[in-house]
């Protein structure tokens, strides 16, 4: 696959949730409407309260990008919103708070489906913030089977994974359909959604290759879908760690989940909660809960 050869490249259709962060969407769309690639378009999936009335008047400039307003808050339900909406084969994701420096950042994601056993491409990314940075050890985007996840993107080398990151990623559109796309009960700043996701896409057959080529930025700025209230944010990083354990892994690992826990669990108690009763059992509540959701034993998809 060439991009010279235009009459046989697929249409791209770009998804890209945002909330509440009205001068990164403008700059991350227009950094993908510059892109060389001849044939895509650019969907937003507008979740914030305002409507936001620079992007207005880029989709208006340019009718490759299309918005998407809805009033629901949640990651998942708005790639499943995009997703529904896309024209293309391919469907690339992207956070709202990203750069693209390459013009040809899309083609680096398209060439990689000319191996028909490849269903998905996850990119390097480039953490602007230090804290995350002290992620990026380890084997590249992986989970272990014990449940372990590596999101360490910063590999030079192309390699098959099962775990990209969810700022930047591309699946077939058929083989998001097919898995039944990202599962919305994984909730607040949707951690392990993309995790989720992608190893339903391995379990149901196909490759996912990790393409360095494929480079962006992650500016990881305040707000999003991450709730400002820290409690609130660690139950629903308990919860949403709980929901993607107890759907892939064997109940005899979850002794190994809640030591690797241990240090977040302190941190809610004793550093953001000060001791309160609601960050000592925030832990407790979320497992619960997603207990409840996966039915007691054995694995489900959606």
């Not at 770009?14 to 060389?36: E, G, K, S, Y």
């Not at 990202?182 to 996912?208: P, Q, Y």
């Not at 400002?228 to 949403?240: A, G, L, V």
């Amino acid at each position: 696959m060439t991009m010279a050869d235009r009459t046989t490249l697929p249409f791209v259709s770009v998804m890209i949730p945002t909330l509440n962060r009205p001068d990164a969407i403008i700059q991350i769309a227009t950094d993908f409407l510059a892109q060389v690639y001849p044939s895509l378009e650019v969907i937003v999936v507008d979740q914030s309260q305002a409507v936001n009335q620079g992007l207005a008047r880029l989709e208006q400039r340019d009718g490759r990008l299309k918005v998407i307003r809805t009033n629901v808050i949640g990651t998942c339900h708005a790639r499943n919103l995009g997703v529904r909406e896309a024209q293309g084969s391919i469907v690339v994701f992207s956070d709202d708070d990203n750069r693209i420096r390459d013009t040809s950042f899309v083609w680096q994601h398209i060439q990689n489906y000319g191996d028909p056993t490849i269903g998905g491409v996850g990119g390097r990314v480039l953490d602007r913030n230090t804290e995350l940075n002290r992620e990026q050890t380890g084997p590249v985007c992986t989970v272990t089977k014990t449940g372990k996840v590596f999101p360490n993107a910063t590999s030079l080398t192309r390699q098959l994974i099962n775990a990209p990151r969810g700022g930047n990623m591309s699946f077939r559109k058929s083989v998001i359909l097919g898995v039944g796309g990202f599962d919305e009960r994984f909730r607040g700043n949707a951690m392990r959604e993309e995790t989720d996701f992608s190893l339903r896409v391995v379990e149901g057959g196909w490759r996912i290759i990790y393409d360095p080529l494929a480079s962006n930025e992650h500016l990881a700025l305040a707000g999003g879908s991450r709730s400002s209230d820290r409690i609130t944010w660690y139950e629903d990083f308990f919860f949403n760690e709980s929901l993607f354990f107890l759907k892939h892994f064997p109940r005899r690992y979850l002794p190994i989940l809640l030591f690797r826990k241990v240090r977040p669990m302190i941190i809610c108690a004793v550093y953001y909660g000060r001791f309160q009763p609601r960050a000592l059992t925030a832990p407790w509540r979320a497992f619960r809960q997603a207990w409840r959701l996966v039915q007691g034993p054995g694995t489900i998809t959606t």
